[in-house]
Structure formats: structure tokens, C-alpha cells
């Protein structure tokens, strides 16, 4: 049958070649990013009285109210500003949907959006899918900051969109206040709308806090704010997340998501409100649960030949192998994967063009045995290569 490919370009991501290629080797993986240890034991209760009390037929398209109105608690609790639960909030299946529905819902056909790379892989598809381009800059290595007079430089009148991810996935950096008040100033008369991808809100290291959108007055205005229970809850395969908008802009993703999805997974969304209401300490303790991590496996592979990068947030941590090898990252990830039987993932797969990087981004969501084996045979891979 004739039919020409949407998305020709686009084959397999680097998260299935590197998970693939570590069954094939029999190798750790902490590339990926989901957690290898149990969801809260009261979620899995809630879930199955979920399904006990009935709540198995289709959710409302916008999500379960109870759900939408914790969520706007929490989001109250977090950021000191109120949200209409009705008008402005709506659960997704997970952030990527979000993404997708703000994505499909502001850009259109020869529209441009502004990307920054490394960046996360759902962006440039999905607006390219809605018929528009990506203009992606690149954030250089190592300090990976946001160069404001570049990326002025980069809007047309054709820019319909900035996405924004904070903190930062895989670079491991959070966005400062300032950036914020750079973007807003950037924007200021603009028919910009901005999408902040901003599900690893909850871990951000050593005292720093979160600049959400949804804490600067002017930018939330604009601005699609995404969210993941996958991420704050430990549990990546519930596939629960949520968009917060401004009314406006929710009609236009509801648009979206109403033939997408339609709606979530009903006995989870009764689970979550539950727990969300229960369990606020799940999302309180979440830096201090990765930074414990973080300390571990940066001080275990610290003097190895794998230098750990000072991380600010999210739930990774980037190692560089520059003294061990001037391989590219992906064929040196391989080799991991060969030889020390880890797997990890590379990080010039996130760019348009890559900058010449020796960078590895390591999951930190593990048991903490599975870190430490995981040091140990990069310790071990290490001094084997030194030894040569
Ligand atoms: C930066 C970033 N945005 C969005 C997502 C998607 O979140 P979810 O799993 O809830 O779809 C991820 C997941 O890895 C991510 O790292």
C-alpha cells in the first residue's frame, strides 16, 4: 500500500535501543527513567477499594472532581496561588498527553515553537504532527544556561510557542526566578504561549526551590502547566498526569484531549485523590529521597573515572567519562553496556545538532543496592581502562 510517513525521521527512541541492547548484554539498567522499588502500599489499597466501590465506567472527560479539586489543594499548598479545579485543571494520561494536547491545541500549520534542547523527545513530534516546526536551540555543555539574547533572536512572527522544561531532564539543572522574569519580559506582546513541562517539580536539591510558571503571576497568564503522578508518586505505569491552564487555554486542550483519550483510568484517579489528600508527605520527602540517592551514587563512582556533574533537581544524575574515553556518547554507552554490563543513556540523542559532550545520564529512582552495584561496576570498568 502507498502512504508517505508522517514522521519518517522518527524510529525507535534511545530509551528502547539502550533497554533493548541491555537485555540483549544482560546489563544493569539505570538509564531509563522509572523506579525499580513498590508504589506506597495505600495507593494499591485505594486502587482495589477504587474498583471495590464501582468506580469502573468511563471518568468525566476533564477528570474526577475529587482529584481536580486535591490537586488544586496541593497546587494551593505548593505555589500559594488558587486554581478553578473546574475551568483550569484537567488529568491526563500522564504528562505526555498533556504535552501532546497543549502541543496539538496552539500550534497549526507553519507556526514555530521554540524547543530547547537537550530536549525531551515527545517535543519536536509532536509539533510537527500539528503541521508546525521546532526551532531548537541548543543549551551548550556544561552549565547548560539559557542564553536570553539568543533566544530572543529566535522568535518570528511565526512563534506561536515556547516549551520550557523545569527542572531540567536530562541536564539535571532547575530554571532560576530570573529566567522566568526573562521569559515573561521575552514574551511581553507577544502571541506567545508558553508550555511548562514541569514534572519533576517536587526534586530539587540543597535548599533550592521550584520557580513553577504557576508561581509568576504574568507567565501563568499564558502558559500550559504539565504534570505527572508518574513521577511523584513512584509509579510511571499509572499513567496519570495533569495540564493546569488558564480557563481559555483549557477549552482548546480539552478539544484535544476529548477525542484522544477522552478520559483516565477511573479507579486510579479515586485512588490519587485519596492519597493526595492522605499522603502529603510522599511529595514533601521527594528531594530529600533523591538527593540521599544522589549523595550515594556520586560518592561511590567519585574518583572513579566517572565524574559526577552537580546535580540541582530531577531524578537523574549525569556522569563524564572524558578521562576514560573520547568515544562519541553513544558508542561509548555501548560499550558500557559490553563491557561493565550498565546501561545507561547517552545524551546527544536529545539534540538536533550535539554539541561534543562525554555525558551519560544515570537513573537515580533505584533501590539503593541497585546503585551501588551499578558504581561498583563502573569502578571496576574503570580501573581496568586506567590499568591499560
Ligand atoms: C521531561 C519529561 N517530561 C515529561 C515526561 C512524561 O511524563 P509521564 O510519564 O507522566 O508521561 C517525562 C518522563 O520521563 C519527562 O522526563
Known sequence: MLFTSKLPDVGTTIFTVMSRRALE?????????????????????????????????????????????????????????????????TITCGGTEAIFAAIQAVVGAGDEAIVFDPSYDVYDPAVRLAGGRAIRIPLQPPHF????????????????????????NPTCTIASRADLDALAAMVREQPITILADEVYEHVVFDG?????????????????????????????????????????????????????????????????????????????????????????????VRGSGFAPVPAAG?????VDYAALSEKTDVEFADELIRDAKIATI???????????????????????????TAAERLRQFSARRLER
Open 25 to 89: 548484554e544482560g546489563a544493569l539498567n539505570i538509564g531509563q527513567g522509572f523506579p525499580d522499588y513498590p508504589i506506597d502500599p495505600r495507593l494499591a489499597e485505594y486502587v482495589a477499594e477504587a474498583i471495590d466501590a464501582g468506580h469502573n465506567q468511563y471518568a468525566p472527560m476533564e477528570g474526577v472532581v475529587e482529584l481536580r479539586t486535591r490537586i488544586a489543594a496541593k497546587l494551593h499548598g505548593s505555589y500559594g496561588v488558587t486554581f478553578d479545579p473546574l475551568a483550569e485543571i
Open 145 to 168: 544556561r539559557y542564553d536570553w539574547d539568543e533566544i530572543k533572536r529566535a522568535i518570528t512572527p511565526r512563534t506561536r510557542l515556547l516549551i520550557i522544561n523545569n527542572p531540567h
Open 346 to 372: 547517552p545524551l546527544s540523542p536529545f539534540y538536533a545538532e550535539p554539541p561534543r559532550m562525554s555525558l551519560l545520564r544515570v537513573c537515580l529512582a533505584k533501590r539503593d543496592e541497585t546503585l551501588c
Open 314 to 318: 530531577t531524578y537523574f544524575q549525569l
Open 208 to 300: 533550592r526551590q521550584h520557580a513553577s510558571v504557576l508561581a509568576h503571576e504574568e507567565l501563568r497568564q499564558r502558559s500550559f502547566v504539565v504534570f505527572s503522578f508518574g513521577k511523584t508518586l513512584h509509579a510511571t505505569g499509572w499513567r496519570t498526569g495533569y495540564c493546569v491552564a488558564p480557563a481559555s487555554l483549557t477549552r482548546e486542550l480539552r478539544k484535544v484531549h476529548q477525542f484522544n483519550t477522552f478520559s483516565i483510568v477511573a479507579p486510579l484517579q479515586h485512588a490519587i485523590a485519596r492519597f493526595v489528600a492522605a499522603c502529603p508527605e510522599s511529595w514533601l520527602g521527594l528531594s530529600a529521597f533523591f538527593a540521599a540517592k544522589r549523595d550515594l551514587f556520586s560518592g561511590l
